[in-house]
């Protein structure tokens, strides 16, 4: 029987299916990754829907990614897997004050706290890959690689701020890492969570887009889940905002060498009169307050 991941006890049907197939192919013919390791029982992937929230995550949750899978993906694909800057980045440091305690969540090299520079905050990073502690280390920043639940033990409430800037969607038990989130966050503090939005698929009808199935996204979610969900971790969702069309803009004047201001604006408007719903909010971010 499924069971439902966010929600312990609650209801989750099932809304729809992938081919298992076509998956693993896309895998193969995209990043020259063999996945089928992890489909052997499994010839369809199950997409349920929990009933008090309208999230949906894949099943079953055996498929999640394993540490072959993700050393694999990162050392062939680093440079377009592994950004520097992202729009998220920019959003919540404006929201950070100063002399405070942040924890990122799947910090990878720790890249969103130099956008903290000059804050003088005291940054600690979370992450299980070896890539990301290399990095952590060469840069001096506290780190851990223990799981969430025995690293969440060892720090109740001890952060104003925790971010999440595209982990959610990797979890194949977001419950238990929401409740560990919360459990380290100071009452009143802030939870900013990032992720992909799906309406109902990433850019709105890309089903199939390679990496946003299992086994690297477990989770699909959108401003509906991310704002049903609060109440049940002692959160209140203070606000959703989308990314915006800035990250599309940025790629044509890289692959053009183009970065006149007027011709951005010109682009900018052309794309919110067809794409709003799905290139102008292709990111959520989710911002919450813990009760």
């Not at 600690?124 to 223990?146: C, M, N, R």
């Not at 086994?215 to 979610?221: F, N, R, T």
Request: proline content about 3%.
């Amino acid at each position: 029987m499924p069971i439902n991941t966010l929600i312990a006890n609650e209801d989750a049907t099932i809304v729809d299916e992938i081919n298992a197939n076509k998956l693993i192919s896309n895998y193969k013919k995209k990043y020259n990754l063999d996945v089928s390791y992890l489909f052997k029982d499994t010839p369809n992937v199950k997409i349920l829907k929990c009933s008090k929230t309208g999230f949906r995550f894949y099943y079953p949750i055996e498929v999640e990614g394993d540490n072959e899978f993700y050393k694999n993906l990162y050392s062939n694909h680093t440079s377009n897997l592994y950004k520097t800057e992202k729009w998220e980045f920019l959003e919540v440091a404006k929201m950070i004050s100063a002399n405070s305690t942040v924890l990122d969540i799947g910090c990878g090299g720790g890249e969103f706290f130099k956008f903290l520079d000059g804050k003088n905050c005291e940054c600690f990073g979370l992450d299980k890959s070896d890539f990301a502690a290399e990095l952590l280390l060469s840069k001096g920043i506290k780190f851990s690689k223990e799981s969430i639940e025995d690293f969440s033990e060892k720090n109740k409430e001890k952060f104003d701020y925790i971010t999440g800037f595209q982990i959610l969607e990797h979890v194949k038990n977001p419950g238990t890492f929401l409740t560990c989130l919360c459990k380290m966050l100071k009452k009143g503090g802030t939870l900013f969570i990032a992720v992909p939005n799906n309406e109902p698929y990433f850019l709105k009808y890309d089903k199939y887009h390679t990496l946003n199935l299992p086994p690297h996204h477990m989770g699909l979610w959108n401003e509906e889940s991310l704002t049903k969900m609060a109440p049940y971790f002692g959160l209140t969702c203070k606000t959703i905002k989308f990314e915006g069309f800035d990250y599309a803009l940025d790629f044509f004047s890289r692959k053009t060498g183009i970065n006149n201001t007027v011709i951005r604006g010109l682009l900018k408007s052309l794309l919110s009169l067809f794409f709003t719903n799905t290139l102008g909010k292709r990111t959520v971010l989710a911002i919450y307050t813990k009760n």
